[in-house]
């Protein structure tokens, strides 16, 4: 089996894998370890790769933010927020012109109608 960066084979993976979300694998996981590949010591699940703690994203009201990702965080889409390495930092930037603020595929945004 061919295992993703800064991740190694292992019989016994964990079923619920330390990660950026859950720093430690969870004591009440109720997937038993199975053949597959974890990430190396040293680094943490980030969706479906292993970075550096560093490069860890943000949690933001229950959702993950992978880090470097740009989001709106009012549901008027007044300020837009980005996540840096598990801190997040916020400007005023209003959707303007011939953008309005909507949602696509679960993602709050400025979007042209159409």
């Given at each position: 089996?061919?295992?993703?960066?800064?991740?190694?084979?292992?019989?016994?993976?964990p079923?619920?894998?330390?990660?950026c979300i859950?720093?430690?694998?969870?004591?009440?996981?109720?997937?038993?370890?199975s053949?597959g590949?974890?990430?190396?010591p040293?680094?943490?699940l980030?969706?479906?790769?292993?970075?550096?703690?560093?490069?860890?994203?943000c949690?933001?009201n229950?959702r993950?933010?992978?880090?470097?990702?740009?989001f709106?965080?009012?549901?008027?889409?007044?300020?837009?927020?980005r996540?840096?390495?598990?801190?997040?930092?916020?400007?005023d930037?209003?959707?303007?012109?011939?953008?309005?603020?909507?949602?696509r595929?679960?993602?709050?945004?400025c979007y042209?109608?159409g």
């Open positions: 089996m061919k295992c993703s960066a800064n991740s190694m084979y292992s019989v016994t993976a079923g619920c894998p330390a990660s859950s720093k430690s694998p969870s004591a009440n996981c109720e997937t038993p370890p053949e590949c974890m990430c190396n040293g680094y943490l980030s969706q479906d790769r292993c970075v550096p703690l560093a490069q860890c994203g949690n933001v229950g993950y933010i992978v880090s470097g990702e740009k709106y965080a009012d549901s008027d889409c007044q300020r837009l927020c996540c840096h390495r598990g801190m997040v930092a916020c400007q930037k209003p959707c303007t012109g011939k953008k309005s603020c909507g949602v595929k679960g993602v709050r945004g042209t109608a």
